[in-house]
Every structure is written in structure tokens, then in C-alpha cells.
């Protein structure tokens, strides 16, 4: 009989489930967005656990779960943004303490992982590559990061070589988007609107040594709309000096040789972003997740449970933490 790997990933604005079969195919992949009131630009870490907590049984029931759950070999959970100490967010215990108590009472595998990991993983799959050594941007609502990242046992160990020192790159699309009266999140939004743009405004890039910021250049967007910038053009220019400021950093400090290079997070799916990026770090063999794996989910944490239960020997000794 077959078994099956389960993910779970509580983020700060998305709940996500993932089963996946023992050759690795997509079973189930569910997902639901958080509620943000119209104008708001996020959620205290209480309502969104509780948005969680209403959430989780729903994407169960959406994904057949009496039908997965009785062979479930293995659950893999996010219990933290990153798998670093003192890294810590309230929401990831929603789909934690959920995993654990379900490993405990089908004694199957435990794989405690974070969010970032399962990103990482989740591109890899989507990308289908198994490689050991390489650099990631992790670019998202919650994220602006360049890590250089090894394979290590059943996860990933980093070492980050550049990152945001205020807002995420994602924050700054949500703060400009609000401001534009565009739904939140607004990536997929302000990418549309970018579009029709014929030109775009030359907003700073801000980036020192190994520190990218946003706030000037969110404090100058937000400035030419108030001067009367046109919307569309503005949100172009918002997406270049991401790209542009990423492309700086990357150049500063990375090697000059180049190397192998993921990029994954949500604010990843933008086209103008990646082409841009391709153009212009062409020395770097580039893959990028999946559109539908770029954002939020589970299907990469599920697929370290079922890494994880194949090194196990195929479940040997199941019920407990792995990591």
C-alpha cells in the first residue's frame, strides 16, 4: 500500500497543505489567503494565528483527508521563519503544533523544519534540481535575502550574504500598492498595472555593502504619487529598482565567477523582476521556482518529509522528531 508525506506551512498570510505521494507526485496542494481588511497593510500575529487555526480544518476536508491520512508516513511542519536561534513567529505554531499532534497519533515521522527551508526545497522540486552548494534569493513579502546555501542532512544550512535591513521587498510592492487603492497582497496587482506602462521613473537603489534597503525608495515612490505620477508607470518603477537593487547587491557580494543560483519567494513570480535578473546576472546559472511554487505553500516541506522517511529506510522508527 502506498504512503504518503504531508506538509503544513502557517505563514503570516497564507495557511497551506501539501500531500505528496512515495515517487514524489502532487497529491493535494491547498492553500488559503488570510483575510486583510480594504486599506490595511497586514495582520497582528493574533488575528493571524487565529485566521489559522479556522483555516487548517478546511484545507483538510478540501483535500480528502480521511483518504491521505490513514498512510501518512511522514509530516513535516514550518515552526519558524528560519532555521536560525531566536528566529520566531506566533503564527507558525498553528501548523506545528497541528503536525505534531498528527505524527503522534499515526506514529509516523516528525520533520521539523522553517519557511525559508521549505521555500528553498520547494524550489528545487519545482525546478528539478538536486543541488548541494548554490546561492538563493529568497525575495518575498517577509524575506529580502541572498544566502549561500548548503545541503546538509535532511535540510539546508545558510549563510546570508546580503539582505534587507528594513523593508522586505515585498512590503515595499504592499506599501506602494496600498497607496495605488490595489487589493493586498498586491504583487500579482501592481504587476498588471506595471504592464501598461510606457516608461518607468528612475527611483534610488540603496544598497551598502551587503545591506539592500527599501524605505528611501518607498519614501521617494511615495512622494511622485503624491506629485501626480502616473499609477501605472509608478508601479513599473517600483518592480525596477527591486531588480535593479537586487542585481547590486548580488554584484557586490557574490563571487565575480558567478555560480548557481535559486530564486524563490512570492515577489519571484514577477515577470519584469526575473527577466530583468536574467539580463543582467548572466554569469550565474540561473533557475527560478515555479510560479505556482514561488509564493507560499507546503509542497516543499512535504517533500522533506518524504526525503526524510526514504533515508529513514523507508520509515524505521517512526513518531519522533527528526530535526
Not at 512570492?266 to 554569469?283: F, H, S, T
Not at 510560479?291 to 520509515?315: F, H, I, K, T, Y
Amino acid at each position: 500500500m502506498s504512503s504518503f508525506f504531508l506538509g503544513l506551512d502557517t505563514s503570516c498570510y497564507t495557511t497551506s497543505l501539501a500531500v505528496l505521494d512515495e515517487q514524489g507526485g502532487l497529491v493535494a496542494d491547498r492553500r488559503q489567503m488570510l483575510t486583510v481588511k480594504g486599506g490595511e497593510k497586514g495582520l497582528r500575529q493574533s488575528e493571524a494565528l487565529f485566521q489559522h487555526v479556522q483555516a487548517l480544518p478546511q484545507l483538510f476536508a478540501l483535500a480528502g483527508g480521511g483518504a491521505f491520512l490513514q498512510e501518512t508516513a511522514a509530516v513535516a511542519a514550518s515552526s519558524r521563519p528560519r532555521s536560525v536561534e531566536g528566529s520566531y513567529m506566533p503564527v507558525f505554531l498553528a501548523g506545528a503544533s497541528l503536525a505534531r499532534s498528527l505524527a503522534a497519533g499515526l506514529q509516523a515521522l516528525y520533520v521539523d523544519s522553517s519557511h525559508q527551508e521549505g521555500h528553498i526545497m520547494a524550489g528545487l522540486k519545482s525546478a528539478g534540481l538536486d543541488w548541494q552548494e548554490f546561492w538563493v534569493f529568497h525575495i518575498s513579502g517577509g524575506t529580502t535575502e541572498i544566502l549561500q546555501v548548503f545541503r546538509e542532512g535532511r535540510g539546508f544550512r545558510v549563510r546570508i550574504a546580503a539582505a534587507s535591513q528594513d523593508l522586505s521587498a515585498g512590503q515595499f510592492i504592499d506599501r506602494i500598492g496600498v497607496k495605488l487603492g490595489l487589493p493586498f497582497p498586491a504583487g500579482k496587482h501592481l504587476e498588471e498595472l506595471g504592464r501598461r506602462a510606457p516608461e518607468s521613473l528612475d527611483l534610488p537603489v540603496a544598497v551598502t555593502g551587503d545591506r539592500i534597503s527599501f524605505s528611501g525608495p518607498e519614501t521617494r515612490a511615495a512622494r511622485l504619487l503624491a506629485e501626480g505620477a502616473p499609477p501605472e508607470i509608478l508601479a513599473r518603477s517600483v518592480e525596477e529598482c527591486i531588480a535593479r537593487s537586487l542585481v547590486k547587491a548580488a554584484r557586490e557580494n557574490l563571487p565575480g565567477e558567478g555560480g548557481k543560483a535559486l530564486f524563490v519567494g512570492g515577489v519571484m513570480a514577477n515577470r519584469r523582476i526575473k527577466d530583468w535578473l536574467l539580463k543582467e546576472l548572466q554569469g550565474f546559472e540561473a533557475a527560478f521556482a515555479s510560479p505556482s511554487l514561488s509564493g507560499d505553500n507546503a509542497v516543499g516541506l512535504a517533500e522533506m518529509a518524504r526525503l526524510a522517511w526514504l533515508a529513514e529506510g523507508r520509515g524505521a522508527g517512526t513518531g519522533r522528531d527528526e530535526r
